[in-house]
Every structure is written in C-alpha cells, then in structure tokens.
C-alpha cells in the first residue's frame, strides 16, 4: 500500500524556519518523481517544488525560491523541504505527492502558521 506522511509543520513567527518531511512506503522513491504542494484557506492548491529523480533539478515556485530547498534522501525513502524566511503568505497547509506508473499519490498534508 502506497503511502506518504508528512511531518514537521507548526507555528513559527514570521522570519523563522521550519523543516519539513515526507516518508514514502509501500514503493521505493528512487526514481519517482516527488513534489511539495501547499494549500491555504479559500485558495487553489498550488506547487512549491519538485526534485527529478534523474536530473536532480528542483524547480521552484516563483514565490518560494531563493527561501525554500528541497531534497531527498533515497535511503530513507523520504524527501525534505527547508522553508527559511518564513512569511505570513507562506501559511498553509503543505502537501507531499508522489507520481508512481502514472498514478498520483497524495499525503494528508501537514499545516504551518507563521504567525506573531
């Protein structure tokens, strides 16, 4: 069974850092192609990252780049996402997804607050 978990969100004040992860199992995530989303109240969910499993590129959102680093770590079969400079826009709740055989998968997502 296909799975993704997300962990790490919580409350930080604007100007922080936090640090996401996903953990895949039920697949090996060495070579799937694994992206972070994030959704906030009343709006569309809307890309933040990805990380290619054979180039390595890791296109971002325009909103995001420059503060925002993600990676993986195959072994763990996890990927993270390093969120720096935090601001009140970035508050949401933030999605792990995975593309298997054509199949998208998707986690329960996990929230951030940036807030003072």
């Known amino acids: 069974q296909v799975q993704l978990v997300e962990s790490g969100g919580g409350l930080v004040q604007p100007g922080g850092s936090l640090g996401l992860s996903c953990t895949a199992s039920g697949f090996a995530s060495r070579g799937i192609l694994m992206s972070w989303y994030r959704q906030s109240p009343e709006k569309e969910r809307e890309f933040v990252a990805t990380?290619?499993?054979?180039?390595?590129?890791?296109p971002y959102a325009n909103s995001v780049k420059g503060r925002f680093t993600i990676s993986r770590d195959n072994a763990k079969n996890t990927i993270y996402l390093q969120m720096n400079n935090l601001a009140p826009d970035d508050t949401a709740v933030y999605y792990c997804?995975?593309?298997?055989?054509?199949?998208?998968?998707w986690g329960k997502g996990t929230p951030v607050t940036v807030s003072s």
């Open positions: 990380i290619h499993p054979s180039t390595g590129n890791t």
């Open positions: 997804k995975a593309i298997l055989d054509g199949i998208v998968y």
